[in-house]
């Protein structure tokens, strides 16, 4: 599996950005997708991941102004930000899991990454 992400870039805080990413390869529709983030220094956590059916989780920090969302038929995942802090701030990297999971050590495709930088 491939995965290919765009859309970070910098806004002001408040803002919103759209993340998307793009996955090729050995697709099922019970893959499990997700975003991460990785701040520099810090580890890289769970943002917010969907499995196949539509079952979602999010990480305390961001519920409430991100949402995420998959089209099965274009093999894409999206991550909408919304009410953007400075501490949102990090390199987000999409990833899928072969299975129905929320486990970091399931996931063993890993995009490239995308940098999300907000301002105060």
């Known amino acids: 599996v491939q995965l290919q992400a765009s859309g970070g870039g910098l806004v002001q805080a408040g803002g919103s950005l759209r993340l998307s990413c793009v996955a090729s390869?050995?697709?099922?529709?019970?893959?499990?997708m997700a975003w991460f983030r990785q701040a520099p220094g810090a580890q890289r956590d769970l943002v917010a991941a969907?499995?196949?059916?539509?079952?979602?989780t999010y990480a305390d920090s961001v519920r409430g102004r991100f949402a995420i969302s998959r089209d099965n038929a274009k093999n894409t995942v999206y991550l909408q930000m919304n009410s953007l802090k400075p501490e949102d701030t990090a390199v987000y990297y999409c990833a899928v899991a072969p299975n129905s999971t929320f486990r970091r050590s399931d996931f063993s495709s890993w995009g490239q990454g995308t940098q999300v930088t907000v301002s105060s």
């Open positions: 390869g050995n697709i099922r529709s019970g893959n499990t």
């Open positions: 969907i499995t196949g059916r539509g079952s979602m």
